[in-house]
Every structure is written in C-alpha cells, then in structure tokens.
C-alpha cells in the first residue's frame, strides 16, 4: 500500500480528489436547488426533468469531465471518501489483480491505482460515458495499472478467461449487477412473520433464499480465500442479514470483524448509513445470528455503551435477564485478608457478552460488551484475575472452542 497513505489517509484522499477537481459543494444547505439550477446555468442541463433509465442518466451526468466533476462533488465524493479511508485502515491485501462492479467515472478505482500501483486493476462499467471520462481522469493522473471496460457483469464473466481475481470490489453497484436476482428474492418480513425478529426473519430467508448463477460464476474468477468487497445502503437488520445469507449460499463467508458500518453524510446535510461487508471465498459455515447482532450493534453500543454496572441489585437483575448464558471461564477467589470470597466468571449469551463478579457479601459487578470482543475480554479478564488470589480455575471451554464460538 501506498506510504503516504498509511502516514496520513485523510491528507492523502482529499489531495488526490482535489488533483482529480473534486470540490465540496457549499450553496446546497442553504438552497436545496442550487445545484440543479448551477448545472443548468453552466451546462445548459436539466437534471431535475432528465428522464430514463438510470444508465441513461449516468450518461447525461458524464457528458464531459467538468460537468462529472461537478456531478461527482455532490453525490459521490462524502461516499468515496468513507470507503477508501475504511480501506487503507484496513490495510486490505488485495492481491496482483482486483476487479471493480461498476466503477463508474472511475474515482475510487483510480485511488485504489494510486494505494495499490502493483495491483493490475480491472474496471467495469455499462455506461460508455462514465467509462470515457475514467480513462481521462487515469490519464490525466498518469495512473498505468488500470483497465476500464464498457461492460456489465454478466458480459464481462462470459468473455473474461485470464487469470483469476484476488479481490472484487463494489461499491454500491452489486444491488444492480444482480438485479434480477435481488428482485426475484425481495422478501417482505412484514407479511411473512408476525414478528419482525431477526431470528424469525432468518428462518424465513433460509427456506427462500436461493444461490444466484451469476453471483456463482463471480466467485468463480476469485481465488482460494480472495476478498470480496461491497459496500451497499444497507442499514436495516433484516437487509444485512439477507446479503449475508446471500454470500454464504454462493460459498463465501462474510468477515464480520472486518465489515464495518460507514456514514456517507450528502452536500445538504443528511447522513446516509453505508455498510461495508467483507467476504472470503472459502466456507466455514452459516454465520450465528448472535454475531449478526453484534455486527448491527457495534456503532449503535459505543454511543451508549454499558460499562461497570457497580449497583448490586441491577447488575444482578441484568445478569439473570440474560436467561441461561453460556460460561466460557469461571473462577473462585478470595480477598488476600480472607475476608470474603466470590465468583469472577466471563462469558455471553446471544450477541452480548460478559463480565460478572459476585462475593458473598452480596457485592455484585457486570460489564456487557458485543459479543464480537470476547477473545480480547478474555484477556483482560485472565489480567484480572491474575491480581486478586486465585482459589480455583473452573474454565469449562478451552481457547480452541472460543475461537470457534467468535
């Protein structure tokens, strides 16, 4: 990955936006219309009568490079901006060759040139104009390791026959590569469950839910454990939960401690939530709805997080709440003047786990947590005990079965 990047990404993103003539549109907080109305004054184009299909209106808004750049600045760049930092965070290893599901006017195609200059990059697109004005754009940047194809997906698998990809991006565009598919799949939990929880919902999908041929033959072109990337307005429970469904029907299994939930905030104010899911081709099985509900959790659990219930009787009431929960490590102590004795044990049950202490002079402790941080707990709790006197370890689960239950 590109050095200057790992120093300061946010500096290295909005320099290279700013050399492609991406700028942050001002006037539209203020005047919801400003922007049509600049278009039209500049362009002599009507964005808010254009009619047609969408591939149609990507071609208008591509007509040229000044007018994409224009277009790009309002819609897309709060966007790319959220997923190539979530990438070079990451330090994603993608591989000697990357394929990007309609790249688009290729701006974040040519950022992941410019992070990745020995990856050989592939960028398809339906639209001719936006491809058009992505080879201006990699032109003008002197980018060499990317070739963008007029293509849809489909087309593109049935012609492609070199070598496999190690990584497949796609970013807000598999919705529409797998259209058809998503259409025929489309399931409204409000009709087919009484209850919208997500366990019903899941049982639901898996009598339904069926592999898609062309999703197969994509990942098909990735190699053993080779990367797929998507980033897609999927900010409900029952969404997420379905492409997780759907990934793991074609065989990848989606890397929920690496998918992340980004915020895509637009040019007049609104915060669109993004999720970013990452799946390898390689099959370990379905994903436990506990997991899934750690995953949804995680962004909401920091803002209001639960830590150190110190109260007795609510950290009690709370931890009998959690039904019969599942003890990973227990163990027995003492105070060191033998004053009183307890129980420290760490362990989950569903997506939340577990932090609870009890002495018998009825003191009680507990610290929730996402299930998805148990193996780092599990540390902090062995620290934990290891500066107050051990009487007995009762641990009932070894390391390699939590790292089967995580």
Not at 181 to 196: A, E, L, M, P, R
Not at 244 to 271: C, D, F, M, W, Y
Request: with cysteine; hydrophobic share 40%; net charge neutral.
């Amino acid at each position: 990955m590109n050095n200057e990047a790992k120093k300061n990404p946010i500096a290295f993103i909005n320099s290279h936006l700013k050399k492609m003539g991406l700028q942050p549109w001002k006037s539209v907080d203020k005047n919801p219309t400003a922007f049509f109305d600049y278009v039209y004054k500049h362009f002599k184009i009507n964005l808010m009568t254009s009619t047609g299909d969408s591939k149609t209106f990507y071609s208008i808004l591509n007509s040229n490079l000044s007018l994409s750049n224009v277009c790009s600045s309002q819609f897309d760049k709060s966007r790319i901006e959220a997923v190539t930092l979530a990438v070079i965070q990451s330090e994603f290893d993608i591989g000697d060759n990357m394929l990007e599901i309609g790249c688009g006017n290729g701006i974040f195609t040519c950022l992941m040139g410019i992070l990745y200059p020995n990856t050989h990059i592939i960028g398809i697109d339906p639209c001719e104009n936006s491809i058009s004005i992505a080879k201006q754009r990699a032109n003008i940047l002197g980018i060499k390791n990317i070739d963008f194809q007029v293509n849809n997906l489909e087309n593109f698998l049935a012609s492609y026959d070199s070598e496999k990809f190690d990584s497949i991006f796609a970013i807000t565009s598999m919705q529409e590569a797998l259209e058809s598919y998503f259409t025929s799949c489309n399931v409204d939990i409000v009709s087919n469950s009484k209850s919208n929880s997500l366990l019903k919902t899941d049982v639901y999908y898996e009598k339904f839910l069926t592999s898609s041929p062309l999703f197969l033959r994509l990942v098909k072109q990735l190699v053993p454990n080779g990367i797929l990337i998507t980033v897609d307005r999927r900010d409900t429970a029952p969404g997420i939960l379905e492409w997780i469904r759907i990934t793991e029907s074609v065989g990848l299994h989606p890397v929920l401690k690496k998918s992340k939930h980004l915020i895509e905030q637009t040019a007049n104010g609104i915060k669109n939530k993004l999720t970013m899911t990452v799946c390898l081709n390689q099959t370990k099985g379905r994903i436990k709805i506990g997991e899934v509900l750690s995953f949804l959790a995680k962004s909401e659990l920091e803002k209001t997080r639960i830590v150190g219930v110190h109260n007795g009787t609510l950290a009690e009431a709370l931890f009998v709440s959690m039904g019969t929960p599942i003890r990973v490590k227990c163990s027995k102590f003492e105070y060191f003047d033998k004053s009183k004795s307890g129980e420290i044990l760490i362990g989950y049950s569903g997506a939340i786990g577990f932090i609870y202490i009890s002495d018998d002079a009825d003191n009680r402790e507990l610290d929730l947590f996402l299930l998805e941080e148990l193996e780092e707990r599990i540390s902090d709790f062995e620290q934990r005990c290891s500066r107050i006197k051990t009487v007995a370890s009762l641990d009932n689960v070894n390391s390699e079965q939590v790292n089967r239950i995580i």
